[in-house]
């Protein structure tokens, strides 16, 4: 019998922690795993090197174009080229938290990226987390998730993460309105807005640590994949 392909769609807000679960979880099931974000955060790395008006919509829809993105797998490990230049040690660097929506709002920018990330994930068992995944990029997935936790949880996971990458201690109360402000323009862009998939599984993940998260996630797809092959 021939194996069909799987997926797994992730989506949630920003700092929900969506790239560990996902990490964890293709680790857990011998998957490959897709950070889409990532994507939006190389292109938006591009557009800012570029010194381009990242308010205007025009430019970057045009700026978009065109504009060679690859994903790369090294040592099992994502890389985001663009141009053929690997931004990847760059993407999560404040300038990056605070522009990466203004990009990602942009309609032509998502259909952009919305390619890659369909060629990748129908092509391989793959892990999938963004903000779309569910409801546009993989509407057919059999397993998917939404992962929630409240606007305060997430600026203090924040705050630790930074803190213990040292250097200047963080202003929680800006971590706090960056969080509140990309919530904002995730649920009320034009272009797939954030929003649960009719059929995803809600996880709030205030009280749970990561781990536990991963594993009801791991529960829900091995019982779905032993009723598959039934």
């Given at each position: ?13 920003a ?5 560990t ?28 090197t ?8 025009d ?25 053929g ?19 990602a ?19 391989q ?38 803190v ?42 205030d ?9 009801k ?9 032993q009723?598959?092959?039934?």
């Open positions: 019998m021939e194996t069909k392909i799987q997926s797994v769609a992730i989506d949630g807000p700092g929900v922690g969506k790239s679960a996902a990490k964890l979880l293709a680790q857990k099931l011998g998957w490959a795993i897709l950070e889409t974000g990532a994507i939006y955060r190389a292109i938006t790395v591009n557009f800012i570029k010194n381009l008006p990242l308010e205007n919509e430019v970057l829809a045009k700026a978009v174009q065109n504009l060679p993105v690859q994903v790369v797998y090294k040592n099992q490990k994502q890389h985001l080229f663009v141009e230049v690997d931004l990847t040690p760059y993407l999560r660097t404040p300038i990056v938290d605070q522009n990466v929506a203004l990009v709002k942009v309609p032509a920018v998502r259909e952009a990226v919305r390619a890659v990330q369909r060629q990748i994930a129908t092509s068992n793959i892990v999938v987390e963004g903000r779309d995944i569910g409801t546009v990029v993989l509407p057919e997935s059999q397993n998917k998730f939404f992962l929630t936790a409240s606007p305060q949880v997430r600026a203090q996971r924040r705050f630790k993460e930074l213990a990458k040292g250097g200047e201690v963080p202003n929680f109360s800006a971590l706090l309105a960056d969080i509140q402000k990309r919530d904002e323009m995730d649920k009320t862009r034009a272009v797939s807005p954030l929003l649960p998939a009719q059929d995803a599984i809600i996880i709030n993940t009280h749970l640590e990561i781990e536990s998260v991963v594993h996630m791991a529960l829900k797809i091995l019982r779905k994949d009723d598959l092959n039934k």
